[in-house]
C-alpha cells in the first residue's frame, strides 16, 4: 500500500503549484507591438449577462460549535444537530449521541454506565486520554488516567435534553489543542434559550439477556426535565436529570479447573486460549445517578458577556454477584472461590464541576476569552468484602477505597486578531493554558466493610497520590492567499511536570522524584476549494502526549481490575497526516480521508492474570503507526422525498512497528503485531424516512472488527469474557410528533440480538421508548 505520508505529501506540492499555475492561466501574454491585432478596442463589447447561482446547502450538519470558526479549525469535522439526534438515536444517555458518527465508538457497556470511553479511527478503547470531550467550557475528559474506568469522560454532567449539537474535529491539527487532541476532539454544545423554555422527559428501556447461565430482563428508567429563560441582560437554563439502572453482569468469575465437590460450572476457555471455567457472573449493577446543572450569564455590554457554569452529579451503585455454582446438596455456593468477592461492592460518588468564562464577540479586528475550570471528587467510596466464606457468604472484613480529594482545574486565554476584519484574509488566534491534575486513591482494610464509612476505616493498605502540571502558549494563523485557498500554520508549545508522586503497599513506601518535559508541537493545513462542489484539504500535525497522574502513580490492589503504575514513562509524541477530499451538492456529501498517525513512545496499557487477579500495567511502545482510509457520506431524498441514506466504512493498518521494551514469558514477539484495542474494520449505515411534520422512521447498522488486546496478538479466542470481539448490531427507532409540542418515540437497539464481549458483556436486545414534551 501507498504509504500516506508519501501521497499526501505529493498532494500538498500539488496544491502549492496551484496559485501560480491559476495565475499563468488567468493572466494573458503581454501582445507584440508589431501584432496588429493588438491595436487597442476603439468601441465597447456587449458581453451576454451573467447568472451567478448560490450553491445550496449539502446534507451535512453545519458547525454546531461556535469555536470551530471563531479560532478557524482546520481539521476535518462531523456533526450532528438536535434535529438529528431526534430522528436517528435511541438516547437514553448523552454519549448515545455519537453512535453513528463517522469513525467513532463508545464503550458503553450499560445505561448509566460511568465508564463510556470514545474511540477514533486511530485509537481504540483503553485510549481516554487520547482524545478530548468538552461540554461549552466544561473539558469533560478525565485526564487524571488513561483507561476504560477513571478516565472515561463525565458524560453524566450534561443531560440528552440539554444538547443542541456534537461537533467532532478528527486529529490534532489545530494547535488550540493540547496533544492530547491526537485522536480528535469531541464538542458537545448545549442550549441556553432566548426565551421561556420548560421541557418534560421519561424515557424506559428494557433488555433481554441470555449469557451462559445469566437469563434475566434488566430495566432502566430516566426522568429529565429542563427550565431556561432570557430576561434582559440575564439569561440561565436549569436542567435535572435522575436515571436509575439495572445492568446485565459486566462480567463472569472463573476459575482454571472445576471447583471440588460442586457442579455447575461451564467449561471455557480465556482469550488466550488457557482454560477458564465461568462459575458465575458478576458486576450486576442498580445505579441510581442525580444529575443537576445551572448555567446563567449576563450580558455586560452589547459585546462582552460573562457565563457560569456549576454542575453536580452523584453515582449510588451496587453491584452484586450470580453463582452457577451448586453444592451435593444442590444450593447454590460460591464454591470457596474468591474471586466472587471483587464483583460484590458498594459505591457512593459526588463530583462538582465549575466553569466561568468572560467572552467578547465584537465583531471587528479583535476578540478574547478567558476560561476557568474546576472540577473535584467531593465523595468518592468503594467498599467490598476481602473474599467469601460458606455457601454464598463473603467475609465481614473488607476493603474501602477512596478518591475523594482527586480534582483537576483548567484556565485558558484565548485570543483572536483579524488585522483586516472578518472578512480580511488573516485571522490570527493565540492563547495561553494551564491545568492541573491531582489524584488521591487511598485503600484501607476495614473490619467490616459493610459499615466502614460510618465507623471509619482500618489501616492503610495501599496509596497512590501525586500532581501533574501543564503551561502552554499557542498561535495559528489562517490566511486565506488566494480565491479558494487557505493556509493554516501555528504551533504549541508546553511544559509538563509531575511531582508529589507517592505509593505505598503494605508497609512499604515510596515517594518518586519530579520530572519535567518540554515540547514544541508544529501544525499546518492548506485547503482548496476547487469550485462550488468540491474541495480538498491536507494537514499536518504532531502532538506530544503527556503521562496521565494515574499512569504514573495509581496503585489499586482492590475490585475487578488491579493496577501497578509506571513512573517512569515518558511523554509520546505522534506525528499526524490527512488528506481528504470532499465533493457535496444540495442532494449529497461524500469525503474520502487518507490518514497516518506515527506515534513513537506510545503510552500502552496491559491487562494480564497476576496470582488470579486481572492487573493493568503501563509501558511505553517504541513506535507504533496508524494507517488507514475512511468514506463517510449522504445521501438526501433518495427515490422519493424524505427517504435519507447516510453511511462511513474505516480501514485502518495499525502495526506496532519497534517494541525493543517487549519481554514475554512465552518467547512471544509484539514487532510487526496489530496494535492493541485497534480494530482494522468500522463502519455504519443508516435510513431516515420523513413521510410527513409529524413522522419519522430511522434503522441503523454499526459493525467493527476483529481486534486484539494484547501486544503480542495472543489473544485469539473470542466470545470469552475479557475477548474483544467483531459485532454487528443493527438499530430501530420511529418518532411521532403527537402535538406541536410533545412526541413519542419508541426503539430497539440490537434488534438482531448480537452478542459480543469487548472485555465485558455488552447489551443483548434492548427495548427503548420516550415521552417528551417542550414547552
Known sequence: MLSVRAATTAAIVGLALIPALAKAQSTSPSPSPADPSAAPATAPVNLPPVTVTAPQPAPGVPAVSPQIDRYAMPQTRESIDEKKIDASINIVDTEDAAKYMPSLFVRKRNYGDTQPVLATRTWGVNSSARTLVYADDILLTALISNNNTTGAPRWGLVSPEEIKGIDFLYGPFSAAYPGNSMGGVMLISTRMPEKTEITLGQTLAFQNFNYYATQDTYSTSNTAGTIGSKVGAFSFFLAANREESFSQPLGFVTNPNQVNGTSGSIWALNKSGVQADVVGASGLLHTTMNNYKLKWGIDLNDWLKFTHTIGYWQNIAYSTVQSYLRAPNGTPTFGAVNAFASGNYNLQEQHLANAVALRSDTKGTFDFELIGTYYTYLTSLQRGPSGVGPGLNFTTAGTVTRLDGTNWWTADAKFNYRPQGLEGPHQVSFGVHGDQYTLSNPTYSASNWLTASINGTGPLTSFGAGKTQTWGFWLQDKWTFAPGLTATLGGRLENWTAFGGYNVLGNTSVSYPTVQATNFSPKASIDWTINPTWSTRFNFGQANRYPTVSELYQLVTTGLTNAIPNPYLTPESALSFEWSIERQDANSRARLTLFEEDTA???????????????????????????????????????????????????????????????????????????????????????????DDKWSLFAGARWQGWMYSTLDNSDYIHGVYGSFDPFFVIDLKARFQIMDNAALEFGVDNVNDYKYILFHPFPNRTFVASLKAKF
Open 601 to 691: 513512545n506510545a503510552l500502552i496499557q496491559q491487562t494480564s492474570p497476576i496470582n488470579g487477579i486481572l492487573t493493568n500495567t503501563w509501558q511505553n511502545v517504541g513506535l507504533i503507526r496508524n494507517r488507514g482510509i475512511e468514506l463517510a457520506g449522504e445521501l438526501k431524498d433518495v427515490a422519493f422525498k424524505g427517504f435519507d441514506l447516510a453511511g462511513s466504512v474505516t480501514y485502518v493498518d495499525s502495526k506496532i512497528i519497534s517494541n525493543p521494551g517487549f519481554q514475554s514469558s512465552f518467547g512471544s514477539y509484539s514487532q510487526g503485531m496489530w496494535a492493541p484495542y485497534v480494530p482494522q474494520w468500522r463502519g455504519t449505515l443508516t435510513a431516515t424516512y420523513r413521510p
